[in-house]
């Protein structure tokens, strides 16, 4: 059946005079002068055969036909906005919310977000970096990255790479040591306060148990360790995937060849529960073709 509807222009001057009870305000709302809201509502009052407002000298009021008009006038023009706003969002970039555990956002995910960038640059990521546990009921988070082992059934997991222990210290203090040969006994350590067993747990495979784990600085994540390290503060403790671009880069060295695996890893996850969204589909996609794996890395989930 035809709709039969009256002028799109004069129901939103109407609208807005009904909401505001002034012609002069409807007027400032959408950009028009208190005239052509007043010729506005005249051409409805004329289209409908009725007024819509009892005229004062200082004041407007509805007449019972216009208090009639307004609700479903009013409601008519929000859902109109509502759905242009979802079809605009399309449009726009879809924002993608992820945590990261901290070192990892800051030693390898920022470093790549310019190339996810480059391939869906309809998708913006909203990157925040914490190593606290995360509730997807509570928090406005798409996923997480995080370093553990899995236990939570409510969650959907990816494993993205192992976390690999090895020493790694600046080729300037290396060149200093006898022979440019690493003594870690004579050596500052430096320690990851989110990881208090980890030279120590080193220091065993490698078979160096007369070298006290717990000597040197300690520091309140990797990534400062890592900094440390390259300022020729000691040797850090590096995870592999973390501290390669700096190797390759020739910021570090790793003096030794023994590599330490502790269990779990660095793990992807979201909601086991909600449908994911494009964004975090083709996220997740792109972060598992890009994190470097190892051939004895556990399937994903």
């Known amino acids: 059946m035809k709709r039969v509807l009256a002028p799109l222009n004069p129901m939103r001057s109407f609208e807005a005079a009904a909401r505001l009870m002034s012609f002069t305000a409807a007027g400032e709302e959408l950009n028009v002068t208190q005239a052509a809201i007043s010729r506005q509502v005249r051409v409805l009052e004329q289209y409908l055969g009725q007024d819509l407002f009892v005229r004062q000298a200082q004041a407007i009021q509805l007449t019972e036909a216009g208090a009639r008009l307004y609700p479903a006038i009013s409601k008519a023009l929000d859902d109109m906005a509502a759905a242009t706003a979802q079809v605009d969002r399309r449009r726009r970039p879809e924002i993608l919310a992820i945590q990261a555990y901290s070192t990892f956002a800051q030693c390898w995910l920022i470093r790549k977000l310019s190339d996810f ?93 007369h070298v006290d784990g717990h000597k040197g600085h300690k520091f309140e994540s990797s990534a400062m360790a890592f900094e440390a390290a390259i300022q020729g503060a000691g040797v850090a403790l590096g995870v592999r995937v973390l501290v390669e671009h700096y190797i390759s880069a020739g910021v570090l060295v790793a003096p030794f060849s023994h590599v330490h695996t502790i269990a779990g890893g660095y793990y992807l996850a979201r909601s086991a529960t909600r449908p994911s969204s494009r964004a975090l589909n083709t996220f997740r996609e792109w972060l598992l073709a890009n994190v470097p794996q190892r051939p004895d890395a556990p399937a994903g989930s």
């Open 117 to 209: 960038q480059a391939q869906h640059a309809d998708i913006d990521v909203r990157l925040s970096a914490s190593s606290g546990l995360v509730d997807f009921e509570q928090q406005n988070l798409d996923a997480v990255i995080y370093s553990g082992v899995p236990g939570d059934p409510g969650l959907a997991v990816d494993f993205l790479t192992p976390i690999e222990l090895l020493p790694v210290m600046s080729p300037a203090l290396l060149r200093q040591q006898p022979g440019r040969q690493a003594d870690l006994s004579r050596l500052k350590l430096l320690h990851s306060l989110s990881r208090p067993s980890g030279w120590s747990d080193w220091l065993r495979g490698a078979g160096m148990e």
